[in-house]
């Protein structure tokens, strides 16, 4: 099975249409799928590698960011969901909701499209493969999940740092204005936490790839959609019988983070609940229950 493995080799006719190439390429390239056969016949009508994974990059986070965010808009409008809402006297209005989308719209194209751009460059040098044909589901799912691990440790180590005094103040301060957080506000934050966080998100990925030179796109792609989803859906407020960390013990989730806004403390990590565990920095009622359990018995094994 031939490999292709850039925009270039991709190109059949120059000037040809979008279609045009989809077809010439479906003509020599029966094996592909269909979805391969699109992706393929896009870097082809582009001819840029950089300018066609930067406007499918950019595109694809701005529909799945604010597409997942809309549910989410919609159920806070909604009073039967309210008995669902953690924090269900604090419901975000139309004019908080309107001021935290103008600002995560100037952060994503000032702070988040100009690295959308240079992503393209510096992952390819070290082995990124935007080509044909795509990687198994299985190879996808696997590195996925590393991806998890790796983001969830940088995000609990850095967004601990940045609840220190000067860092929280000059920083992070701007992502607690809401105290109950909702959906849409996953990535109202400054600039300078925007591109911290982040690297979790980017620099796992490019670190697996520098260290494996295995690493196709789409994993990236589908590993993005993955953790925008995660990432929103933990600003959602919101706490189902149905959610995630029901079925997933160590899962953080909704209730998870919700209690680090309202509490401004505690509970660091993004998708998980063990670093938080390990290093005792879990908060919310049950985490003290704990710590005051733990303190009573080691009080009492002192007087025996």
């Not at 952060?107 to 080509?131: C, D, K, N, R």
């Not at 295995?214 to 925008?228: K, V």
Request: net charge neutral; charged share 15%; glycine share 6%.
């Amino acid at each position: 099975m031939k490999i292709i493995r850039n925009a270039t080799a991709f190109a059949t006719s120059a000037g040809s249409s979008y279609w045009g190439q989809y077809e010439d390429i479906s003509k020599y390239n029966a094996h592909l799928s269909v979805f391969e056969k699109l992706w393929a016949a896009w870097y082809a009508y582009m001819q840029n590698d950089v300018l066609a994974t930067g406007i499918m990059s950019f595109a694809m986070h701005e529909l799945v960011y604010f597409g997942r965010s809309l549910p989410w808009i919609i159920i806070d409008q909604l009073p039967y969901f309210n008995k669902y809402k953690i924090q269900n006297h604090k419901i975000p209005t139309a004019a908080e909701q309107w001021t935290c989308a103008k600002l995560v719209l100037l952060s994503h194209f000032t702070v988040e499209l100009p690295q959308i751009w240079l992503f393209h460059p510096m992952a390819q040098y070290v082995g990124l493969s935007v080509g044909v044909p795509f990687p198994s589901l299985l190879t996808m799912a696997t590195q996925i999940a590393i991806f998890f691990v790796l983001e969830d440790t940088w995000h609990y180590w850095s967004h601990r740092a940045l609840h220190w005094g000067p860092l929280y103040k000059n920083i992070h301060k701007l992502h607690h204005q809401y105290s109950a957080p909702f959906g849409l506000a996953a990535e109202y934050a400054s600039p300078i936490e925007v591109m911290i966080l982040g690297l979790g998100t980017v620099g796992s990925p490019i670190l697996w790839c520098a260290l494996t030179g295995n690493l196709h796109i789409l994993t990236m792609y589908i590993w993005i959609i993955c953790r925008l989803f995660q990432a929103i859906d933990a600003h959602s407020g919101y706490e189902f019988p149905w959610s995630l960390h029901h079925i997933l013990p160590f899962w953080a989730g909704a209730d998870h983070h919700d209690v680090h806004h309202e509490r401004f403390i505690g509970n660091y990590s993004s998708s998980f609940r063990w670093w938080d565990y390990l290093l005792d920095t879990e908060s919310g009622p049950e985490a003290t229950k704990r710590r005051r359990e733990k303190k009573l018995a080691k009080e009492a094994k002192k007087v025996q």
